[in-house]
């Protein structure tokens, strides 16, 4: 079984930059592929990127490619997302998840444990 906790959200101007933070932890997290979604109030669960368990490969959405980044370091069970050139449209609650799998999904039920989420607030 793993749990996954977000960190780093907040307020930021647009055009400003923020990291996010998914600390993992279980015995077989190494071998989890990771996901981050979003959520916008009145908006379906979005994805956003993913990772698989090794960290070769790397998946990002077409609304944040080139802006958004996603990283793992397996050593300290720790995935980020790096969210550069931010704009009010990405405002969201922004959710980190575990699937056991070592390959990534796009779909929110492919997942199965799920971070509490963190607000990402991007101002004009």
């Known amino acids: 079984q793993a749990q996954v906790v977000e960190s780093g959200g907040g307020l930021v101007q647009a055009g400003g930059s923020l990291r996010l933070s998914c600390a993992a932890s279980?015995?077989?997290?190494?071998?989890?592929?990771m996901g981050w979604f979003r959520q916008a109030p009145g908006k379906e669960r979005e994805f956003v990127g993913g990772?698989?368990?090794?960290?070769?490969?790397?998946y990002v959405a077409d609304s944040v490619k080139g802006r958004f980044t996603i990283s793992r370091d397996n050593g300290k069970n720790t995935v980020y997302l790096q969210m550069n050139s931010l704009k009010p449209e990405d405002t969201a609650v922004y959710y980190c998840?575990?699937?056991?799998?070592?390959?990534?999904?796009?779909?929110?039920?492919?997942?199965?444990?799920w971070g509490q989420g963190t607000q990402v607030t991007v101002s004009s």
């Open positions: 998840a575990a699937r056991n799998s070592i390959s990534v999904g796009t779909r929110s039920p492919e997942y199965d444990y």
């Open positions: 279980g015995r077989t997290f190494s071998r989890y592929a």
């Open positions: 990772i698989s368990w090794s960290g070769g490969r790397t």
